[in-house]
């Protein structure tokens, strides 16, 4: 079969389409054929080595969608979250490294990490569901507990969490504020429903003017870390809540007086239980959530596609189509 492979770190560019032997399912296992697989930052951050327990050669890739035993469908790519829906287990895995991954014609997984995809979605809207859409969930309604008619704060609008995030949000009835370095991705997010946003490139005090905007957040949603996790944190309303799911640009330096002071939860969150992935699936299906998909690549264009996502430029999820050989 034809997959995208990584060989040696370096970058994006290092991704190559070879053949390689079609994968054999274990005990418990079935062998999904992609139709379309999206791509995440942990993919490229795994090409430029910035990624704990790298094992090469792997076929990178964690979304996927295609098709078993004639149904269409989406796979979950956590690997053995465990028994206590509160916090994974310490050796659970992402599907994608060091398990081979689904930017392959075929991909071997367990057969509880496989789902019917909602319906009304295609192949690629559905590849770009599972890593974003779980950890969206996960941050907004399991840990965040986000109520329709709270306002609530997503900073970095633009990628695959933070859109989806957007996405369900407004269909639980939330008033969403959004952040971005770009005033086109802010129009794209108001388009999708947020009620305003913010350039933190071109106005340094973002944070006071969603305030003036919005008042106090309930809830403040983010993951670069950093002055933004600091900033965001200072306009969450008394008794509110503040959701960290990463860290891109660093530690955040935070004023303690205003947390205690004020009763702020901060709660952390990473990607998602099996219930909370199969509640992500049935909340999509249920409101007919439509993932962005940013652009979508062919498989021998993978390097081009992380690429492009390394860059930032994307709004939505940068897709890869991926069609089967006939068996």
């Known amino acids: 079969m034809k997959a995208v492979r990584l060989h ?15 994968p054999q399912a ?15 930052h942990r ?21 996927g969608a295609g098709e078993l035993e004639g149904e269409r469908v989406v796979i979950d790519p956590l690997l053995g979250w465990g028994g206590d829906e509160r916090i994974w287990r310490s050796d ?27 319906a009304h979605l295609s192949f690629e809207q559905a590849a770009a569901l599972p890593l974003g859409g779980v950890t969206a969930f996960r941050a907004l309604f399991t840990r965040g507990e986000l109520r329709g008619g709270e306002t609530l704060l997503v900073t970095g609008i633009g990628g695959g969490v933070q859109t989806l ?16 370095g770009s005033d086109e991705k802010l129009a794209r997010a108001k388009g999708l429903g947020a009620k305003g946003g913010a350039n933190y490139k071109t106005d340094p005090d973002w944070h006071k003017t ?30 509110g809540r503040a959701v960290t799911y990463g860290g891109t640009t660093g530690d955040a330096k935070i004023k303690m007086f205003p947390v205690f002071w004020n009763q702020i939860d901060i709660r952390g969150s990473s990607m998602g239980s ?29 390097a081009d596609a992380a690429k492009r996502m390394n860059e930032g430029g994307q709004f939505g999820k940068i897709v890869l189509k991926i069609m089967s050989s006939p068996h």
């Open 8 to 22: 040696a770190v370096g970058g994006p560019q290092n991704l190559v389409v070879e053949d390689v032997a079609a």
């Open 26 to 40: 274990g005990a418990d296992e079935a062998i999904v054929r992609i139709r379309a697989a999206a791509l995440n």
């Open 43 to 63: 993919d490229v951050f795994i090409t430029q080595g910035l990624y704990p327990n790298i094992s090469l050669p792997r076929i990178l890739g964690s979304d």
């Open 92 to 118: 659970a895995t992402i599907l994608g490294m060091p398990r081979d991954g689904t930017f392959a014609e075929e991909v071997a997984v367990p057969r509880d990490n496989v789902h019917r995809m909602p």
């Open 165 to 180: 995030a957007l996405l369900f949000a407004v269909a639980a009835g939330a008033n969403v504020f959004v952040t971005s």
């Open 210 to 239: 969603l305030r003036k905007a919005a008042g106090a957040f309930d809830i403040a949603l983010d993951s670069a870390g950093g002055e933004t996790f600091a900033r965001a944190l200072g306009i969450v309303r008394p008794g």
């Open 274 to 302: 099996p219930r909370d992935f199969a509640n992500m699936l049935s909340f999509v299906e249920q409101h007919r959530i439509e993932p962005v998909v940013d652009k979508v690549y062919a498989l021998d264009e993978a």
